[in-house]
């Protein structure tokens, strides 16, 4: 990772958000993106996919994805999910805390409630 720029974990909500942004202001994702290094998950990406409805939307859609680092899932992050147990409501969300944390990565959300007891640092669009 590099240490000399901002590394986020951007979460689907702000991945949303960002491909309905049609306002001449920068989105979240691009505030971040200047500021910064972004990644996402093989599980985001894998939601917006699993919601397009149109080839059109899925190349947009894959055009964002392109421009942001997509990691994958290692074994290893099972090792480690149970720390969150009684922290998150889902493994989905313990598997990105694990994401996060193994990785050293804050968590870009604006959905800050679903992680507000895992102990992962998170930022929101009011922190950028």
């Known amino acids: 990772m590099n240490k000399n720029k901002i ?5 689907t909500d702000i991945l949303l958000d960002h491909l309905k ?5 920068l989105s979240v994702l691009e505030k971040a993106m200047s500021s910064g290094i972004c990644f996402t998950t093989v599980i985001n990406s894998s939601e917006l996919i699993y919601s397009v409805n149109s080839k ?11 421009a942001l680092k997509v ?37 870009l959300t604006d959905d800050t409630k ?14 950028l």
Request: proline share 0%; net charge neutral; aromatic share 6%.
């Open 56 to 66: 059109n939307e899925k190349d947009i859609l894959l055009s964002l994805l392109n």
């Open 21 to 25: 942004n049609h306002s001449n202001s």
């Open 71 to 107: 990691l994958g899932l290692h074994s290893r992050y099972s090792l480690y999910v149970d720390e969150y147990i009684g922290k998150v409501l889902s493994v989905r969300d313990a598997i990105i805390c694990t994401v996060a944390k193994l990785n050293k990565l804050l968590i």
């Open 114 to 127: 679903k992680f507000e007891n895992s102990g992962i640092k998170v930022l929101t669009s009011k922190d």
């Open 7 to 11: 590394e986020y974990l951007v979460e």
